[in-house]
């Protein structure tokens, strides 16, 4: 049974830092694509970020670029999101995912719940003024 698990959410002031973790169980993460997602009240689910098992190339949506990082120890299956320069508008539910397309059209991919066979249940950031 493959198991997603987000942990490292909470209340942050603007202009600090989260590191978010993502530990999987019956899925290698090194084999497999990995990727955040952020969901706000009232909004769609949107892709933030992806790593490639293949190449290790990394892609990032507009609204992070430069300000998250992605990245994963396949020693401890754990899957990271670093997140530096924390804006009131990436308050969200985060979401990890497995197993989901991941090259240079992901900035640009429409979400679905078929994006990605694996979910986790999400892990909440909350920044405040």
């Known amino acids: 049974q493959v198991q997603l698990m987000e942990s490292g959410g909470g209340l942050v002031q603007a202009g600090g830092s989260l590191r978010l973790s993502c530990t999987a169980s019956?899925?290698?993460?090194?084999?497999?694509?990995m990727g955040w997602f952020r969901q706000a009240p009232g909004q769609e689910r949107e892709g933030i970020s992806c790593?490639?098992?293949?190449?290790?190339?990394?892609y990032y949506s507009d609204s992070v670029k430069g300000r998250f990082t992605i990245s994963r120890d396949n020693s401890e299956n754990t899957l990271y999101l670093q997140m530096n320069s924390l804006k009131r508008e990436d308050t969200a539910m985060y979401y990890c995912?497995?197993?989901?397309?991941?090259?240079?059209?992901?900035?640009?991919?429409?979400?679905?719940?078929?994006?990605?066979?694996?979910w986790g249940q999400g892990t909440q950031v909350t920044v405040s003024p």
């Open positions: 019956g899925l290698s993460i090194n084999v497999n694509h």
């Open positions: 995912a497995a197993a989901l397309p991941c090259d240079s059209r992901f900035p640009s991919m429409t979400y679905s719940p078929r994006l990605a066979p694996y």
């Open positions: 790593i490639s098992w293949i190449d290790d190339r990394e």
